[in-house]
Every structure is written in structure tokens, then in C-alpha cells.
């Protein structure tokens, strides 16, 4: 950017609200994957207007345009690859309204998720999309990345919570979408093009939400297998019995040990696989399930079968869960955290094929993930000084891609395409269809000033893990 | 079209999927809504492959191409208004394949909607989509429109069950979007985009649609009511109960009128308003949330409750609710089918204001629709033929629609824009809303050969009720 630009911009903005500094700089080259690009100035909207107008700007001066939430990104999302404005929405936070009557929450995008949750529990409702990052994580972020969580089985993604949007085109023009109903057939679907384009075709600045009524009580059990077949086998049972459970988390060999290893809590560190499966409704229904759900483990061979007798007990449980993160994080210094999603029958190949991986390369990859929609987060630990190891952690990295992919699965689930994935989304799209979308871009987008270098492999690039 | 263009095409297709004569292009003619307009040529198609070599011709020589399910839609969605060539999908349905284990059904665009729910039933799947036109609608064009039926509310609409496709492009190319798994955010989402998009944006030849547990139970119950607002009142308590109904009907007292005019079965023809209120879940569940509901209309006002003992009288409570459509066509030669939708506290609002629009324009306007996610569908009576009435007519949509989008809803919930309501889309999205749909529209049909004259308004075109 030139100088009389970034005085341009400052005119527009307190100073409370514009950064430049190169320590400021640096607190916004990065987010949760490891890649590490330094912008050239940032700015912290409040309003849709300055939104507006700094998108004008940068259309007319063609320069890249980054917006981020809390860069809690694990594909890269908002890395700002190629300078320019980094527009910080976290502090746009003035609007969570719940209503109650229509049962819609409308929310600025940078509302952390948690709090919508606790907004609407508090009146009875409940917005169940819940990605692990939520307590952290914004909403627009959430929203332009779909990024979901442990309930899609049974609930359905991010996307299908998100009724109306307004929104800040890359020419800067404010456009409305959808609106207050479920129902809307009313010209295309912007609305659910916009979610999960990662912040190339649009800067959301308000949502509509659909909630539903707040389930009763939950009921929670933890089981162990001796390998990922048989705990596959029992996931596909509940199924075929007509329980819909609300989350089951799965978790292979590696990721129990070290968790165990982080924080010892008697796991079954023998163990193949875990599974720790909730069901959700009425106090009878799920007292129910979750008696059939035991009896089914039971006859699929489970090593044990635990269900919280109460919400002490259900909290343990989920614990085992909520360390994996922090846990797999302390094996090293660089994770890479995949989403490789395949047909939920295809859950013990996949995860044959990951073990199969894991041994080829010689590389330290655990995996866990939500096993009700097929979701998988196989994470590999790894050095990102250490080339020679690195060159590895790409080529298993490929294998797994393309493993989801010959299964009938996704390159990802709920993480993005980002900087990280873009080299192989025409191994799942094709040209054809990689073309279709690239159209919409550059139709809404003709001088690529929003979020570029993502999604998109450049001409050459190949794979970007090493960048 | 020229007449070697016609022989061209002929070369592509036997004689008995191949289609000229008169008689035949005037069967081609109409859908359910009111307009006429004449193809020039029909075809049949079985495969993809064809689908794609008349499209690439279709394409190359610039010529309109108008795919069509059934011609259910109330719309006019696939009218051939330019001429051109009449794909008629309706013979492509050799797939129909549930994969139990994964909850998903594979099906072609010519399959009817009901024969998915019937398959997925037999093996205790749940297909929820459920138009009023199930029995003779195929799955393609209730994609393509994204129609929905009474289930909204509890189970969301069309889309939310879309989860792959397979498309041929307006330049007439193969493209798969998304796949087998709920969760995929590998770019772009196209299948949300295409689900919806009137047929202006791809030929559906495939849909991979996601199903869930098939409830065990249902409980139904009829409750009348002195007037649409007390309805709406109960309505509105059974959700802050916490119970999510999966269908609740509501009928005006012309409504009443007419169903019990064409087939008398004791409605109480002075009521203000009828609900038919169904509950699915387990057998305990639905009992106790019937018995909630029952208590809630009580509460509410209701004149009257009548809650099904068995399926005999469950049976005889929704006759009421599928006599509506045949009762409501007895009362005179046309019948215009809105289904402007409002968010759902504003259902009372929007139901007197109905009838005030039947009041200023002197209309016969029966009022019924999906109460619980705000889908009304206001039907005026009336006769094409009458010009003076039609103007009338034509005045009384423009204000429901304006009324519907006044009150935060929208022009359509599930009858698509199609023809009928193209000129009003501005009125809902702004000029600069349409231009980005336009602008998808445009990169993807460049030479607009994909059911031209639908969703944007032509040059000076305004109210088409009366072509």
C-alpha cells in the first residue's frame, strides 16, 4: 500500500481503532494454523458503514482485503498472504438479540458463539452449532467458515441455523439476504452462498439465526472398544435403532494415551477406541436411548460401557473430550489439524487408512472427531523447523485427502479450504466445478480485493504446508 | 428454432422421447399455475450424457431451454414463455436407492417425491420434505423450487436434506457438487446454490439427499378457534412450552366454508380459524406433548379440541386438511396460489390483514398454510377471463406482497418467483441484492439459454398476472 493510502484510511478511524505499528502488525499475522503473514495496516470497525467504505477504498485501489474474527482459523482463513487492510470485525459486538416469540436470535458478527448459546438457553432456546473453538470463536466467523462442531449428525451444520444475513459485497455496496422466516425461496440463496465462502464474497455484518427449543436433558455414556471397527460397528447399530444421538466423539489409540499422558484420569490406555455418545430430549426419551444405546455397545463387543449418573459424572466424561486439544497440542510443537470427512459407514476404513498413513510416514498423528456425521480430525504432531520431517507431514497429508476423497468423503468437514487446502480442491471438484465457482468470484469480486490467496490455488502453487 | 436445428435434435432421441406435433407442444403447454405458452420441441431424456449434448446445442444455437418435473409449480416455473426446447425429466427416474447404514437416498430428478418417502419409510428412514404435491411432483422439481410442505418448522425445508448433486451447467457441462457426508465446506457451497434456483442455474440428474430416523409415533389433534388471532396465540404458547410441533395447519373461516361446502364432515363453519396441530417423537413423548397442546388451545380460547384417539380419527383430521386444495378449485375456474410467508409472530397481523385485502378489492380469498413457520397461502378465486376482476386481482397480490415483506417476511416460502412474481423481487431484495443474483446468472448462462424470462423481471415488464 502507498503512504497517502493509509492516511486515506486513518482519516476514517479513531486511532483507538487503527493500528500500524510493527508490534501491532506482527499480533495480526497469524491465526491457528502456522503460517505467519504480516498486513499493512488494521483497522476495527463498528459500524457497517465504515465497513462500507473501506471496502469502496480498496476496490478502487485494489488492495487486498483481509477481514478476521479471533483467527481461530485452522486452514489459514484469515491470514493476510499478500499485505494490505486487515479488517479486525471482533470488536462490531454491539447487537445479540433473542426473539423469543419467532424464535430467531440476530446477532452482530463479532458476538463470540458461547454467548449466543448462553442467550438463548436463558429464555429456553438453544442454538445448537457449537464448534470446540466457541468460547473464543465469533460468529461471523463461524458463519463464513460453517465451521459446526460435534452436532451436525443430529442437527445439521451452521449453515442450517442461518435465515438472513447483511453483508458488505467486495465492491462495498450493503446488501440484505434472506430475512426472518424458515421458509424463503425468494431468488437465489445468497443467504447459504455466503456462509461458508471464508470471506471471498462477502463481509457478513448481521445475522438472522434460527433456534429451536432447548432439549430437556441430556444423557451421557462413555464406551471403549478394542479397535475402531467394533466401536464403527456400534455407531452404526444406534443408527439402525432409531436413536439420533445429539453428539458421539470418537477418539483412536493415540489421542486416549495422550490425553491420559496429559492428565491422568484412569482411561483405558489399551484401549482401540472410545466413544463417548449423548443423547438429548425429553427426561423418558433419553433415559431410553440411552439404555439401548449401552445394551448396543454391550453386544458390539465394548470393553466397558459408562453412563453419568448425574451431571458430576456427565462433566467428567466430556472432559476426557475437552483435554484432547490441549493435550495433543503439548506432543509438540506444530500441529496441523486436518478435517477429512467421509461417509459415516466408511468410518473404520478410514480410520485403517489413517493408521496405515500414520505408520508409512513415521509420523506422530492421532485422531478423534465426531463419528455421527463422519467428521474426522486426524492431527498430526510434528516441528515446523524440521524440513525433513515436514516434507512427510505433506505427503501424508495428500494421502489423507485423498483417502476422504476415494471414500466418498470431503477434503474438509468444517475447517475450510483457506491457504492450506486450496492445491486440492479440484481433486474433489474438478475443473468444471472449480470454474463455476472462480465465476461467482470473479463476478462479485472482479478485482479480487477480498480475502485473496485463499481457496484458489495461485497458477504453480502445489502444496502449502511448508509456506 | 430452425427447422435443421429441430432435425438435429431428433437425431439424439428415438421418436417415442422426441416430441413435435401440435397437440403434443400444447400439452407442454401450462403447469399448475395460468399461463400458456407454446415449446417449439419436447424431449425425453434418460441419461446425463443426452441432457448435456442438448444443452451444449441448445447453448451453441442460443436457444431457450426449459427443463420440467411434473409442472406442479403455482408459479409458472417452467413455462416455455421463449419457445425452445421442453426437457420433460419426468422419465429419468431409473435410480431410488436408500443406503440405510449411512442414512442417505441416491435419486434421479423423475422420481416422485412420495415413492422416496415410501422407500425410506420401509427401512425406518424419514424423508421430511413433504409439498402437497408429493404424490405427482418429482424430487427434481421440488429441488429446484425448494418446496417444502408443513414440516418447516420442526425438520427446516428442501435444502436442508440436499446434501450432493449432480448438475449439467448451462454451457453443458457434467459437475458433482458436494457429496455423501452433512458436513462439506470444499468451497463454495453450489448445492444450496442450485437447490432453489428455478432451473436458471442447472439441470439436476442426480440428488444425494440426506434422512433421518423415522419418529415412532404422531399425535394429532383439531382445534378450532373464534378467530385467527386466539389461534395464533396458542400457537405461539405450544412453541414457548418447548414443544416443536412437526406440522401445525391453519385454515381461515373461508377456508372452513369451502371444505365443508365441497364435502360436509361437521367443521364448525362460524369459527374464525382452524389448527391442525401434529406432535412425532416416542410413543411417551407424543402423548405427553399432545396432552400439553391440548391444554394450551384450551387455555388460548379454542372453541373446540379433538385430539385423535386413533389413526382412523387421525386420518379424518388431516382429510379436512387435504380437501382444502380441491374445495378451494370447485369455488370458480382460477385459482392464484400465493404463499407469501412472515416471520411467525406476525401471523395474527398478517391474517387480518388478508382480510382486509379481500375487503378492498372484493375478492374471493381463502386463507390457509403452514402456521408454524409463517408459510400462508392467501388463494384468490377468480376467473382469467373476467378482466375487470383480474385487475383487481392483480392490485390484491401486489398488496400482499408488500404486506408480507412490510412485516419482515417474504414474497414466496415455497412456490419459487418463476414468472408470476418476477417483478416484484426488487421489492424484496433491492436493486443491488438482484444484481448480484443476476451477475451469478450471468457467468454461468452467458448466453441465458436456461429458462429465460423467469425470476428477473424483463424490461418493463410489472404485473404478469394477467399474461
Known amino acids: 500500500m502507498e503512504n497517502w493510502q493509509i492516511e486515506q484510511l486513518h482519516t476514517l478511524f479513531p486511532s483507538e481503532r487503527f493500528f500500524t505499528s510493527t508490534a501491532d502488525l506482527y499480533s495480526y499475522s497469524f491465526d491457528a494454523s502456522f503460517g505467519e503473514y504480516i498486513p499493512e495496516v488494521i483497522c476495527q470497525p463498528l459500524h457497517v458503514e465504515e465497513i462500507s467504505t473501506v471496502v469502496k477504498k480498496a476496490n478502487e485501489w485494489k488492495v487486498p482485503i483481509y477481514p478476521r474474527g479471533s483467527a481461530t482459523s485452522l486452514s489459514g482463513g484469515p491470514l493476510p498472504v499478500k499485505g494490505g487492510i486487515v479488517l479486525d470485525m471482533s470488536q462490531m459486538k454491539d447487537t445479540l438479540t433473542i ?62 441455523y442461518v435465515i438472513g444475513l447483511e453483508v458488505v459485497t467486495p465492491t462495498g455496496e450493503i446488501v440484505k439476504t434472506g430475512g426472518k422466516t424458515v421458509k424463503n425461496v425468494t431468488g437465489f440463496d445468497l443467504t447459504r452462498l455466503i456462509v461458508g465462502s471464508e470471506g471471498l464474497l462477502g463481509i457478513v455484518t448481521e445475522a438472522t439465526l434460527r433456534l429451536i427449543p432447548k432439549p430437556q436433558a441430556q444423557k451421557t455414556l462413555l464406551a471403549t472398544f478394542h479397535s475402531p471397527v467394533d466401536c464403527g460397528k456400534a455407531i452404526t447399530e444406534v443408527l439402525r435403532h432409531g436413536v439420533l444421538p445429539a453428539a458421539m466423539e470418537l477418539m483412536d489409540n493415540a489421542c486416549i494415551r495422550a490425553v491420559e499422558h496429559f492428565q491422568p484420569s484412569g482411561l483405558p490406555i489399551d484401549a482401540g477406541a472410545l466413544l463417548i455418545l449423548e443423547v438429548d430430549g425429553t427426561d423418558v426419551s433419553t433415559e431410553n436411548e440411552i439404555g439401548h444405546c449401552q445394551t448396543i455397545c454391550e453386544h458390539a463387543g465394548a470393553i466397558s460401557v459408562q453412563v453419568a449418573n448425574n451431571e458430576e459424572e456427565r462433566a467428567a466424561i466430556w472432559k476426557a473430550r475437552k483435554m484432547v486439544s490441549p493435550a495433543v497440542t503439548e506432543l509438540g510443537p506444530t500441529k496441523i489439524s486436518e478435517d477429512a470427512t467421509v461417509p459415516r459407514g466408511k468410518i473404520p476404513e478410514m480410520m485403517e487408512r489413517l493408521q496405515e498413513i500414520r505408520e508409512r510416514y513415521q509420523l506422530n498423528l492421532v485422531v478423534f472427531g465426531h463419528a455421527g456425521d463422519g467428521n474426522l480430525h486426524p492431527n498430526i504432531i510434528t516441528d515446523k523447523r524440521n524440513t525433513e520431517e515436514m516434507k512427510r507431514v505433506e505427503d501424508a497429508v495428500s494421502d489423507i485427502f485423498e483417502t476422504a476423497v476415494e471414500l466418498g468423503g470431503t477434503l474438509s468437514g468444517e475447517h475450510g479450504i483457506g491457504l492450506l487446502k486450496a492445491p486440492y480442491l ?15 468470484k470473479h463476478a462479485w469480486d472482479p478485482n479480487h480485493v477480498l480475502n485473496p490467496g485463499k481457496m484458489f490455488a495461485e497458477e504453480g502453487q502445489t502444496k502449502v504446508v511448508l509456506t
Open 99 to 160: 426473539d423469543q416469540e419467532n424464535m430467531i436470535a440476530t446477532v452482530s458478527p463479532g458476538v463470540l458463539t458461547a454467548d449466543i448459546h448462553r442467550a438463548a438457553e436463558e429464555v429456553g432456546l438453544f442454538y445448537p452449532p457449537d464448534p470446540s473453538s466457541a468460547l473464543i470463536s465469533t460468529i461471523g466467523g463461524n458463519l463464513l467458515e460453517n465451521s459446526s462442531g460435534p452436532k451436525g449428525l443430529k442437527y445439521g451444520t451452521t449453515k442450517e
Open 426 to 440: 479440484e481433486m474433489e471438484y474438478g475443473t468444471a466445478g472449480v470454474n463455476l465457482m472462480k465465476s461467482i
